[in-house]
């Protein structure tokens, strides 16, 4: 009997149509956006800054105090080499140079070699544009090149903040030194 009532109640929960749940309808739910980081922001290094040297009212004066210089012949061609750096910093030593032109440009001692002079005759030489003078035999073998009689160097040397300047007058003939001068940067 136990047996006929499991069987029976197997087929009966058989033949009972089954009811579906109710089913609710979903609505769709929209994903929460993302929230928006702002972009990670870079720090751009800041250029070194310049220090804004008068370069004009600095080598004046030594400009000056070589065209005074006892030895120098009146009418010598003249090669200017470019300011040399020498402080602990970044300078505008192509300033300094067309500064150091434009105090020779109307003085009476000297006809200076010109830019494009140097420049061509630095490339006839297999010297690279901005081949610094400092190598003596160097600086004797394009001077005598261009025609030049003497050659100015000049540097700027010491702290980047205050640099001192030195500048010598060399004859290229002999390679002595006939001129030297000091002085400070205008700010």
């Not at 040399?84 to 001692?109: C, D, F, I, P």
């Not at 297999?126 to 540097?155: F, M, P």
């Amino acid at each position: 009997m136990l047996l006929a009532l499991v069987l029976s109640g197997c087929i009966s929960q058989q033949q009972q149509p089954q009811q579906p749940a109710p089913v609710e309808p979903v609505q769709p739910t929209q994903p929460a956006p993302p929230p928006v980081q702002p972009p990670p922001v870079e720090t751009v290094p800041q250029p070194p800054k310049f220090q804004s040297i008068n370069w004009d009212a600095s080598v004046t004066p030594l400009v000056a105090q070589m065209l005074k210089a006892d030895g120098v012949t009146p009418g010598s061609v003249l090669l200017v080499d470019g300011m040399k750096n020498s402080t602990n910093g970044s300078l505008q030593t192509s300033k300094a140079t067309a500064a150091l032109h434009s105090a020779l440009e109307n003085n009476t001692q000297f006809t200076l070699v010109t830019p494009q002079q140097l420049t061509t005759a630095k490339q006839t030489l297999g010297l690279s544009a901005e081949d610094s003078l400092g190598s003596r035999s160097k600086a004797v073998g394009l001077a005598r090149y261009v025609g030049a009689q003497y050659v100015l160097y000049s540097n700027a040397q010491g702290d980047v903040k205050s640099p001192a300047l030195q500048m010598q007058l060399m004859l290229v003939q002999t390679g002595e030194i006939i001129w030297s001068g000091n002085g400070v940067v205008q700010h």
